[in-house]
Structure formats: C-alpha cells, structure tokens
C-alpha cells in the first residue's frame, strides 16, 4: 500500500483515493465463488417388451460326410504278399479276390493235419474190425456153451470183456478221428485266410503294401497300417453336432437340405436316421445322422456340408431383438429395466427369425429389455425409457 502511494505521488494527475480503489479490487478479484454442479440426466434407452412365440425358423449346421461303412483290412495270417489286384480308386464286389498271401508253414501245417486224419481214420477202421471179429467170437461161444460142458464159463467170460474193450477202443478212435477232422478244418481255414477278399461293395481308398511285403495281422488295428482300406461310397453318413438348444426340432425321419464346397450352387438332402440321444458334455451337443444316398457319385467321404432345416419348435419361446443379446468375456446377457434401473440377465441364444432372436433365461413376458444392448451400460445404471415404436413386429403370434 506505501509503495502504490509512493508511486501515486510520482504520477500526476492520479489521486490517491483511485489508486486505493485499484487496490481494493484487485484484492477482490483473488477470491472465487463455489461452482454449483448441475444434477446428471438419466440416460435415454429404448427398450422393447419380452414376447413368447412359436418359432419356426430356419437353422444352418456344419455336418461332415463319412462313408456308411469304413474298415481296415489286415490279413488274418501272416504271410508274404504273393500278389495283389486292387489299389486306391479301385471299386470292388463283396467276396471279389484283393490279395493272395504264401506262407509254407501253413501248407505243412495243413498236410500234418491231413495225415493225422487219415491215420485216424485207419485206427478207427482196425477197431472196429476187431470189435466185429470178437463180437462174433462171443457170439460163437455163446451158442456152443447151449451145450453143457463144450465151453468153459470163464471163456465166455472173457470173450465178453474183449468184446467191452473193442467197443470203448471204437469210442476213442471216433472221437480222435473228430479231433483230427477239426484240426484240419482249422487248417484249410487258415490256408484260405491267406486269400484276402472284399466284405462288402465299395472302393479302396488306401493301399500301403506292395507284392513280396511281410503282412499279418494286427493286436491294435487302431494305430496299425493297414494293407488296404475299402469304404463304401453310395450311401454315406451325414453327421451333425446340433446344440442340445435345437434338439427338440429335429425327429427320425425329417429331411434336410444341405451343401458342400465343391458344389455350391447345388442342394442335397438327406433324412434323419439316427439320434444318440446323448449330449457331448464338452460341446452340449448331440450327434444328429442323416442317411444320404449318393448313386451318381457326386459327393465325397470326408467333405465338410453346410446343412439347412427347418426347425418347428414344440412349444412357446421367449424372443427379443437380435441386438439385444450382447455378450462379454464370461457369459451372454440382455439388459433389462425395471424401476428405470438396468439390471443384466444373463441368457442363452436360440433360433433367430428375421431380427429375431430367441432366448432362454431368467425372463418373463412383458420384462422390458434394452434394444440395442452393450456391456457399458452397467446394473443399477438409472435411465430414461423410451418405448421402442417398432415393437408391433414384435408381437405374439395368435
């Protein structure tokens, strides 16, 4: 203050008083008002009622296509490949010739079994040949001993007793002469196992040995090579993993209309054959086979389908638009207000049906749920509700 008015003093013609006046406000200007903060509007939404329908829609599944029947063949004796008269491509009839196999050990084997048949048989000749003459020996004497004192008693004894063993050593040579029949069966089997031949109609799809390989059969046929594959390729499998959500659409017998890349501007079909009844509890899903018949040979075991059918659902379901249904990291939910507070369901999705969708869930008819829903509009959010004008699409079916 002693500065300014000595620096007054030096200025003429500003007064003392104007110059205590500046002070005075500047000393003012240093002191602020309180802002007052204005009270936060709620946020406008646009919500849409939750309805119950019956759905009808259209549902699209991936399916792969897998031959009705596929195996492995291994020879069932181990062998040398001698010759071979398929390879990959080839289509064959069931019972046709594939492969031949040599193995000597087998062939000796067969001829042993074969002599020991035939000695067999010799010895059950020679027994009862010797039954024959001692029963007519006991016979024989028998009439004689009408006489008293021609024959002794304990020659009569005897002859009887020969008669006895004859019978039981006929027995034994019977069942040694089945024994050896069977054994050489088993061999003659065997021998002809060395034949390989097609167990059904179909095409080779994988040949891996070639003439003079060593081949036999196999303990774990899952992780083996095999000598060939055949499959059968004009009927195939159709398999679907349908979620468990759909599986009451889909019965036995419906058909289905389906894709594959190779043909993409072509639709197939195909007819529910088999249900598992039984949910994958890593997918929740169910396989679903439909039995495709492919006479012209157009589609192939192994390719990926795009599978399209209409599912009718049993009962009412509860729908919402399909931009209501928003989802994080951890779960999908809607965004439901009640009391102008947002509060987070959480859901599963459905079929959809145009902008559709349908839900499962902790909701009920009528609950007002947010039409275009996003994890940044947190529960207990006040808002604004705003009734959504195209909610007259959205009305039950009757």
Same mark, same amino acid.
């Given at each position: ?6 620096? !007054? #003093?030096? &200025? %003429? *013609?500003?007064? @003392?008083?104007?110059? /205590? ?36 829609? !259209? #549902?699209? &599944? %991936? *399916?792969?296509? @897998?031959?009705?029947? /596929? ?19 080839t289509r064959v009839r069931k019972g ?16 042993? *079994? ?32 009408k006489t008293p004192g021609v024959v ?244 039950p079916d009757h």
């Amino acid at each position: 203050m002693n500065l300014l008015q000595n620096q !007054s #003093l030096r &200025l %003429p *013609g500003y007064p @003392l008083i104007l110059l /205590s006046a500046c002070v005075c406000i500047s000393a003012g200007c240093n002191k602020t008002e309180p802002i007052r903060a204005e009270p936060q509007k709620p946020r406008s939404v646009t919500v849409r009622p939750v309805v119950e329908q019956q759905l009808q829609a !259209s #549902l699209t &599944l %991936p *399916g792969e296509l @897998l031959p009705f029947e /596929s195996v492995a063949i291994f020879p069932k004796e181990t062998g040398f490949l001698q010759w071979i008269g398929v390879d990959r491509g080839t289509r064959v009839r069931k019972g046709q010739v594939l492969a031949r196999l040599t193995a000597p050990e087998v062939d000796a084997r067969r001829a042993q *079994g074969k002599a020991q048949f035939q000695n067999a048989q010799s010895q059950l000749v020679a027994a009862q040949a010797k039954l024959a003459s001692d029963e007519a020996t006991s016979n024989h004497l028998k009439e004689a001993a009408k006489t008293p004192g021609v024959v002794a008693g304990n020659d009569l004894v005897v002859a009887d007793k020969s008669v006895e063993a004859d019978r039981a050593n006929v027995e034994a040579s019977e069942e040694t002469v089945n024994a050896s029949r069977q054994a050489l069966g088993s061999y003659t089997a065997m021998q002809q196992y060395l034949q390989v031949t097609a167990p059904f109609d179909g095409v080779i799809t994988e040949r891996n040995v070639h003439s003079g390989a060593l081949v036999g059969p196999s303990a774990n046929s899952s992780t083996a090579v095999p000598m060939l594959r055949l499959e059968t390729d004009h009927r195939l499998r159709l398999v679907v993993p349908v979620p468990q959500a759909y599986l009451s659409g889909i019965s036995k017998g419906q058909t289905a209309e389906f894709t594959v890349p190779a043909y993409a501007n072509r639709k197939f079909s195909g007819t529910v054959a088999r249900i598992a009844n039984s949910v994958d509890q890593r997918s929740r899903t169910m396989p679903v086979e439909l039995e495709v018949a492919n006479r012209d040979g157009l589609l192939t075991p192994g390719t990926y389908a795009q599978v399209h059918w209409s599912i009718h659902q049993t009962g009412r379901s509860l729908v919402v638009p399909k931009t209501a249904v928003a989802s994080d990291l951890e779960h999908s939910f809607v965004i439901r207000v009640s009391n102008n507070k947002t509060e987070w369901v959480n859901v599963q999705a459905g079929l959809t049906k145009g902008d559709l969708a349908e839900v499962f869930g902790d909701l009920q008819p009528g609950d007002l749920v947010v039409v275009r829903a996003t994890d940044e509009l947190r529960p207990e959010t006040s808002v604004a509700v705003n009734l959504d004008p195209g909610q007259d699409a959205q009305q039950p079916d009757h």
